[in-house]
């Protein structure tokens, strides 16, 4: 059975079998990345991967969400080389790899490491997916918020699929851009979509929110506290987005705002890069390492 953010289990009946399995299997999905150094290995890999989903590579937001759970969970698991900056560069372009091929989408490793700073040879590439699906267990079909949102929903007390779908895709907006931020890490997939449901159902259908809000947090013994908490994260992040989409709106506006290539890379003088045999900088450096994180 073809693999989904939505479906990830290998089951297809309808006798709640699914539901069951997906509550007791998320505990083997979870991720924790407490440490400064794997943080900032995160962040630019997550960078890495998020851009993937544009032109020139285009994989698509399912192929970049999933790339970024195996992240989370290989960080999860490993202690990495941290300070070798060509790292963060390999694992995106192992997990973009390994997620494109559990969803079956295209991905051109070609294309990505032209958009990179570091050159990876096909074997060592092959070397590092290894790692990672080892570090996961082989379980490649992680369980992501995605899969509890149509269970939640069943509860909304409305029959308008219109705004059944409205709420959903609210959520999934959410989830989407809220999965950058690793404070949200070590809350399970199912608190985080209930969490997303309920900020979409506050914004969204307050009438109905109360009621929703209700049934949501006693679902199958979900913890209410950690739902709050959750969504007042959530919220948190929201409102972060929408103070620096501002900002940075008005420093166009203004002509002040920071060159785009200098705050891809946090700051002019940061941009990683490698160096060629010959001692230069201005050429990609072509890594032929055998992974031994």
């Known amino acids: 059975m073809a693999y989904s953010l939505e479906n990830p289990l290998d089951y297809s009946g309808d006798d709640g079998k699914p539901l069951v399995a997906l509550f007791a299997a998320e505990a083997d999905h979870d991720a924790a990345i407490s440490d400064e150094p794997t943080v ?12 993937a989903a544009e032109p020139p590579c285009s994989v698509g937001p399912s192929t970049a969400y999933l790339a970024v759970t195996y992240l989370d969970r290989f960080l999860t698991k490993r202690v990495t080389q941290v300070k070798k900056p060509w790292f963060a560069v390999f694992l995106s372009l192992t997990c973009l790899s390994l997620a494109s091929k559990m969803l079956d989408h295209g991905f051109s490793v070609a294309e990505f490491q032209a958009t990179q700073p570091f050159q990876f040879m096909p074997e060592t590439i092959e070397r590092m997916q290894l790692l990672v699906l080892e570090s996961l267990g082989w379980r490649m079909r992680s369980i992501t918020p995605f899969a509890f949102l149509d269970y939640f929903l ?10 059944v779908q409205d709420l959903k895709d609210r959520a999934s907006k959410t989830l989407f851009e809220a999965q950058t931020e690793e404070i949200l890490l070590g809350f399970k ?7 997303a449901l309920h900020s979409a159902a506050f914004d969204l259908f307050p009438a109905q929110f109360p009621d929703f809000e209700s049934v949501v947090s006693s679902s199958l013994g979900l913890d209410p506290e950690r739902i709050r908490v959750c969504q007042e994260l959530l919220r948190k992040v929201n409102t972060n987005r929408c103070d620096s989409a501002a900002a940075a709106a008005k420093n166009v506006a203004s002509g002040s705002g920071t ?23 201005d050429k990609k450096a072509t890594i032929q390492i055998v992974p031994t994180i």
């Open 40 to 51: 900032s290995v995160r962040r630019d890999a997550v960078a890495r991967i998020r851009r």
């Open 154 to 163: 069943s509860s909304f007390p409305s029959t308008d699929p219109r705004q």
């Open 189 to 195: 997939p199912s608190v985080i979509a209930a969490s």
């Open 259 to 281: 060159p785009l290539a200098a705050m891809e890379h946090g700051g002019e003088g940061d941009t990683i890069r490698g160096s060629g045999s010959d001692g230069r900088d």
